[in-house]
């Protein structure tokens, strides 16, 4: 079955940098559109960035463009997030999700969850 694993979660102080990253197993990585949602305290879950099948195309929602970077490595069925200039804001819990395996949509595209997510905490 799909299975997603995140990590590279932690608490840093604002203006810090973390790489997060997303293992992938149970199905084609390579032919499935990825995404990173997060979900802070109190509120749904949004999605933040996208990432075509071959990673020649991403998306970003105003929040995190020009700091954070989508990537995949397609050879290891890795999916990545590179944050940088952390902001308080984005505090929250992090998930990579599967296009076409669920019902949350996100720039057109119905993304689904199979990992339990990875904790940011940014300090100000």
């Not at 299975?3 to 992938?24: F, I, P, T």
């Not at 933040?48 to 990673?55: K, L, S, Y």
């Not at 505090?91 to 993304?111: D, E, K, P, R």
Request: charged share 20%.
């Amino acid at each position: 079955q799909m299975q997603l694993v995140e990590s590279g979660g932690d608490s840093v102080q604002a203006g810090g940098s973390l790489r997060l990253s997303c293992a992938a197993s149970g199905f084609t990585f390579s032919r499935r559109i990825m995404a990173w949602f997060r979900q802070a305290p109190g509120k749904e879950r949004e999605g933040i960035a996208h990432i075509r099948q071959n990673g020649d195309s991403t998306y970003y929602t105003d929040s995190v463009r020009g700091r954070f970077t989508i990537s995949r490595d397609n050879t290891n069925n890795m999916l990545y997030l590179q944050m940088e200039n952390l902001k308080p804001e984005d505090t929250a819990m992090y998930y990579c999700a599967i296009g076409g395996a669920g019902l949350t949509s996100f720039g057109g595209v119905n993304f689904g969850f199979k990992g339990q997510g990875t904790q940011v905490t940014v300090s100000s």
